[in-house]
């Protein structure tokens, strides 16, 4: 699985540890709902699962890069599984 942080102005040290924050919250919930999208009979490799990560708006979406079954599968149910949560705010 891999993340494409789309970010506007500084790269700045804190910017760095959101990300890193927000990285850590996102890839388990990401992967459980990935795991619940798919029946065990298939492996699941997610190194070929990337996801666009926009910081300042707040949302993640599924690139364009990951395979288009996969994302025909997902997208569905992604935006309100993922993007509506409370990935974003402060815990």
Excluded: C
Aim: hydrophobic fraction near 40%; aromatic fraction near 14%; avoid cysteine.
């Amino acid at each position: 699985m891999t993340f494409n942080w789309l970010i506007s102005g500084d790269d700045n040290p804190s910017m760095k540890k959101e990300r890193i924050d927000l990285e850590y919250r996102l890839r388990p919930r990401i992967t459980k709902f990935l795991l619940s999208q798919f029946d065990g009979d298939h492996v699941i490799d997610f190194s070929s699962y990337h996801f666009d990560v926009d910081i300042k708006n707040q949302w993640v979406w599924i690139s364009e890069k990951t395979p288009v079954e996969v994302i025909e599968k997902i997208k569905v149910d992604f935006d309100r599984e993922i993007n509506g949560s409370h990935l974003f705010s402060v815990a």
